[in-house]
């Protein structure tokens, strides 16, 4: 039997604990706030970058009327879904598989969901990831509204000169032309355009992944300002200036037959595989004429597709070597995919991975720089003398 001092002391304990639990959660709260607060100010430069892209693409927006053609993004978003499906499923049963099997974990489930709930239930990788997603869904949401306003702000006028480049550069023959030992095997072609189409995979996982980081490093940051400024310079500010459509469009624009014969091989492939590359085509041209509502935008020079893909690499070769090698080589095949498939010129890949290369260079400088700025400016405050002195 209890004693009645022995009762009061439980009732007491419970009512202290209940009482504790709402300012436990408020001190939770609180402290949550803080880390995304923090965080928040950690991503400013990123932040300040997306607004800034958000305004000019709601003037240039107002301007010409431009809206993205959601015809081709709904494609592009079933190859991204059937493709996310398929690399999850193969993720979760090989943890499984290795759980169960080489671990021997008696519950392989249990610990598997266990340790998701760890991984998104983190207060830091919370506090990154809305930050980045954040800034980053707004750069790309003012991005799809820039990239489609290129040909209707500045028509094209480069591809002449840019198809003229190609030769000279390339001892008198197209780029295409060295390469039509590629371009006659219908097997090579489907082969080169999945890997061209995975690059959009690879974009959306790459950008995801890096946006939920928890630890928030500097390479964190280089990768995803200098995601946002390729993006800004080469994908609209320097498209403008050297509009240009590519060689799949070049006869349509009427300017010569110069990629007849490349056309006509991957229309051969089609027949034998099918050439993805050449459907958007059509439905980008579709949204250049107004066949379809809206536009996506067409766009040569530069090459984004080559420019993230070095962003991949040199990414990928700060974290690993054997990952830098990969996406190198994954690099080398967009270039070549570029090619092949008629949608860029050679020199346009040749601008795209010197501009990102000179962007991620510039990005690391800029921010050494703005965290040697920020660590003097706190270490002034820490030791100022109003701070000495109380």
């Not at 398929?86 to 610990?111: K, N, Y």
């Not at 498209?239 to 469009?249: D, E, N, Q, T």
């Not at 040749?350 to 990005?363: E, F, P, R, T």
Request: hydrophobic letters at 55%; charged letters at 15%.
């Amino acid at each position: 039997m209890l004693t009645r001092g022995e009762l009061w002391g439980f009732k007491t304990m419970e009512h202290s604990v209940a009482a504790s639990a709402p300012l436990a959660g408020a001190i939770v709260e609180r402290a949550f706030l803080g880390i995304l607060a923090d965080a928040f100010w950690r991503h400013r430069l990123l932040h300040a970058v997306a607004a800034a892209a958000l305004l000019l693409a709601s003037a240039v927006g107002w301007h010409t009327g431009n809206m993205p053609d959601f015809g081709v993004l709904e494609e592009y978003a079933e190859y991204l879904f059937i493709a996310f499906w398929i690399c999850g499923s193969a993720f979760a049963l090989g943890t499984l598989l290795h759980l169960a099997l080489v671990q021997r974990d008696t519950e392989p489930l249990h610990t598997f969901l266990k340790s998701l709930g760890r991984f998104f239930g983190d207060a830091e990788r919370i506090a990154n990831s809305l930050n980045g997603l954040g800034a980053g869904l707004a750069f790309i949401s003012a991005i799809g509204v820039l990239k489609g306003a290129i040909a209707i702000l500045s028509p094209f006028a480069w591809d002449k000169a840019l198809a003229q480049a190609d030769r000279i550069l390339h001892f008198g023959r197209a780029p295409h032309e060295w390469l039509w030992f590629i371009v006659q095997s219908p097997l090579a072609l489907k082969i080169i355009n999945i890997a061209y189409n995975f690059w959009f995979v690879v974009l959306i996982t790459a950008v995801f992944t890096v946006c939920i980081a928890r630890k928030d490093t500097k390479l964190r940051h280089q990768f995803l300002m200098s995601f946002m400024t390729v993006w800004t310079l080469g994908g609209f500010f320097l498209a403008m200036g050297l509009s240009s459509a590519g060689p799949c469009f070049y006869e349509r624009l009427g300017f010569g037959n110069d990629f007849h014969a490349l056309m006509q091989a991957l229309a051969t492939a089609d027949r034998i595989y099918p050439i993805w590359a050449l459907n958007t085509q059509d439905m980008l041209w579709g949204g250049y004429t107004g066949a379809t509502t809206g536009s996506v935008g067409i766009s040569a020079f530069p090459s984004l597709h080559v420019a993230m893909a070095v962003l991949f690499a040199l990414y990928a070769t700060r974290r690993s070597r054997l990952a830098g090698v990969v996406m190198w080589l994954f690099a080398g095949v967009i270039m070549v995919g570029a090619v092949v498939l008629g949608w860029h010129y050679a020199v346009d890949g040749y601008a795209g991975a010197s501009l990102m290369v000179a962007i991620w260079k510039a990005c690391g400088y800029l921010l050494t720089r703005f965290e040697s700025d920020s660590a003097a400016a706190e270490s002034s405050t820490m030791q100022s003398p109003a701070l000495c002195g109380m």
